[in-house]
């Protein structure tokens, strides 16, 4: 039985709070861009949070504010705690690690993103 990569998700009311897991893969802290990306129905898929440059940290405007992307180096799990809900965050979340392009930088192109799992829905609803 193969073990989920991302976990944690679930369906909530607006204003509520879940906390995502990823068993990450290898990556270089210095070297990639890793994080949290989601594809709402419909919608392509779009960067949420990622750790740069070291525990630089970049949020999508749409999350900032309420979310909060952490990470356990021993454990190698990456998590994304989320605040305050609304029904637009509904969505399947992948981790995922992308492009360093610079030191405050990361790309969001789909090219350059390798998703580690098979996401974790998020559903946001009254």
């Known amino acids: 039985q193969v073990r989920p990569v991302e976990s944690g998700g679930g369906s909530v009311q607006p204003g509520g709070s879940l906390r995502l897991s990823c068993s990450a893969s290898t990556y270089n802290s210095y070297t990639d861009c890793v994080g949290w990306f989601r594809q709402a129905p419909g919608k392509e898929r779009e960067g949420v949070a990622l750790?740069?440059?070291?525990?630089?940290?970049w949020y999508s405007n749409s999350v900032k504010g309420r979310f909060t992307i952490s990470r356990d180096t021993g454990k190698n799990i990456l998590y994304l705690q989320m605040i305050d809900l609304k029904t637009e965050d509904t969505a399947m979340y992948y981790c995922?690690?992308?492009?360093?392009?610079?030191?405050?930088?990361?790309?969001?192109?789909?090219?350059?993103?390798?998703?580690w799992g098979q996401g974790t829905q998020v559903t946001v609803s009254s």
């Open positions: 750790f740069y440059s070291g525990e630089w940290t």
């Open positions: 995922a690690k992308t492009v360093l392009l610079s030191r405050h930088s990361c790309s969001l192109t789909s090219e350059d993103v390798d998703y």
